[in-house]
Each structure stands twice: as structure tokens, then as C-alpha cells.
């Protein structure tokens, strides 16, 4: 079974930091793309961070670069989102999500959007307010 859990969600004051974590399980970790979306109320749901974990590729969405940092730990089967720096509009949902990168010999693109990831974690919630 496939399961995708988030944690290290919570409160914080604008310019500190969280470090979340997507901890992996029922697939090949070295065949997949994680991603970091989220989600704030009324609003549609966005690509933060993904990484490539058999070349650790990355993406960072314009909003985040120089403050997050995505990272994967193969050996835990985990990938990591370091936010520094947070603001109050980085306040949301943050899910990750997992695409299919290679399957046999046929190699996907690597992508951070959320249409076509196949699966999903429960998510987790980042309030940045003092």
C-alpha cells in the first residue's frame, strides 16, 4: 500500500522557520518525483518544491526560492521541506505528492504540478501569524 505522511506542520512567527517532512512507503522511492504542494483557503492548490530523487533535480515555485530548501534522505525514504524566512501568505495546507519518473526503461519529465501526481499524503497545516 501506498502511503505518503506529512509531518513537522504547526505555528510560527513570520521570519521563522518550520522544517516539514514526507516519510514514503509502498514504492519504489528511487523511480518517483516528490513534491511539495499547498493549499491556503479559496485559493487553487500550488507546486512550493519537488525533487527528483535518482538525480535530485529540483523545482522551487518563484514565491519560495532563496527561503525553502527541498532535500531527500533515500535511505529513510524521506524528503524534507526546509522554510525559512516565512511569511504570513505561506500560511496553508502543505501536501506531498509523488509522480512516477521512471518505469522499466521509459523515463517521464520531471514536472511540479499537481495534475498527474499519482498519490497523495493527508497533509499538514503551516499558520505564519503573530
Known amino acids: 500500500e501506498v502511503q505518503l505522511v506529512e509531518s513537522g506542520g504547526g505555528l510560527v512567527q513570520p521570519g521563522g522557520s518550520l522544517r516539514l517532512s514526507c516519510a514514503a512507503s509502498?514504492?519504489?522511492?528511487?523511480?518517483?518525483?516528490i513534491g511539495w504542494f499547498r493549499q491556503a483557503p479559496g485559493k487553487e492548490r500550488e507546486g512550493v518544491s519537488c525533487?527528483?530523487?535518482?538525480?535530485?533535480?529540483?523545482y522551487y515555485g518563484d514565491s519560495v526560492k532563496g527561503r525553502f530548501t527541498v532535500s531527500s534522505d533515500n535511505a529513510k525514504n524521506t524528503v524534507y521541506l526546509q522554510m525559512n524566512s516565512l511569511k504570513p501568505e505561506d500560511t496553508a495546507v502543505y501536501y506531498c505528492?509523488?509522480?512516477?519518473?521512471?518505469?522499466?526503461?521509459?523515463?517521464?519529465?520531471?514536472?511540479?504540478?499537481?495534475?498527474?501526481?499519482?498519490?497523495w499524503g493527508q497533509g499538514t497545516q503551516v499558520t505564519v501569524s503573530s
Open positions: 525533487i527528483s530523487i535518482s538525480d535530485g533535480s529540483t
Open positions: 509502498g514504492f519504489t522511492f528511487d523511480d518517483y518525483a
Open positions: 505528492a509523488a509522480d512516477l519518473l521512471r518505469g522499466g526503461s521509459y523515463y517521464y519529465p520531471f514536472r511540479c504540478a499537481p495534475k498527474g501526481y499519482d498519490y
